[in-house]
Nanobody, 126 residues
Framework: QVQLVESGGGLEEAGGSLRLSCADS????????MGWFRQAPGKEREFVAA????????YYADFVKGRFTISRDNAKSTVYLQMNSLKPEDTAVYFC???????????????????WGQGTQVTVSS
């Protein structure tokens, strides 16, 4: 069974960096695409980034392009989100998720994702 546990969130100043990790504690890291989403207070959950199983293809929301990088280590059953040049508007709970498959045309669609972590809080101060 897939059990996703996020870590690495915290409080950071604007312009700083954080690295989020998402580990599959159930050690059943499926050969599927994975994604990161975020949800700010009072807002809907939104797509941040996704990566295919091989890691060769990555996808980003426009508002994080050039600042965030998604990567994965399948041997460690872990996916990462390196967040640089953080902005106060990046403040949110960040969730990782496992998709139901690997090849899609619309990785930003929440309904594609079958398993979700519990989330980790990221707060960026101005």
């Amino acid at each position: 069974q897939v059990q996703l546990v996020e870590s690495g969130g915290g409080l950071e100043e604007a312009g700083g960096s954080l690295r989020l990790s998402c580990a599959d504690s159930g050690r059943t890291f499926v050969t599927n695409a994975m994604g990161w989403f975020r949800q700010a207070p009072g807002k809907e959950r939104e797509f941040v980034a996704a990566i295919t199983y091989s890691g060769r293809s990555t996808y980003y929301a426009d508002f994080v392009k050039g600042r965030f990088t998604i990567s994965r280590d399948n041997a460690k059953s872990t996916v990462y989100l390196q967040m640089n040049s953080l902005k106060p508007e990046d403040t949110a709970v960040y969730f990782c998720a496992v998709a139901g498959g690997n090849s899609y045309t619309n990785y930003d669609n929440l309904s594609l994702y079958r398993y979700w972590g519990q989330g980790t809080q990221v707060t960026v101060s101005s």
